[in-house]
């Protein structure tokens, strides 16, 4: 079984950043692509940014010169720097990946639980 466990999420100010972090562990064999989604409350969920490890990433318009994505596939974990963060950022941020586990050659989608972040003075 292959989970992904989310952190970073929290309580900052207008203008602020934050580190969210999203490693994948279990029965992982690799990863081929992992993304950030984010739901805000009386919203649908919406993609942030993907990284594909074979070598690119997108930014959705919400996330574009503000938010860094980066990874290590080795480590199965992706990073989100967020930057200038509005109160409109606020939502659950969960974690998505493209996985195969050990001894399988099919590639499932897995969830994290999300991590909450909030942006309020």
């Known amino acids: 079984q292959v989970q992904l466990v989310e952190s970073g999420g929290g309580l900052v100010q207008p203008g602020g950043s934050l580190r969210l972090s999203c490693a994948a562990s279990?029965?992982?064999?690799?990863?081929?692509?992992m993304r950030w989604y984010r739901q805000a409350p009386g919203k649908e969920r919406e993609l942030v940014a993907a990284i594909w490890f074979s070598g690119t990433i997108h930014y959705e318009n919400n996330a574009k010169g503000r938010f860094t994505l980066s990874g290590d596939n080795a480590r199965h974990t992706v990073w989100l720097q967020m930057s200038s963060l509005k109160p409109e950022d606020t939502a659950v941020y969960y974690c998505?990946?493209?996985?195969?586990?050990?001894?399988?050659?099919?590639?499932?989608?897995?969830w994290g639980q999300g991590t909450l972040v909030t942006v309020s003075s």
């Open positions: 998505n990946a493209d996985v195969r586990e050990l001894g399988r050659a099919t590639l499932f989608e897995v």
């Open positions: 279990g029965t992982i064999a690799s990863a081929e692509a």
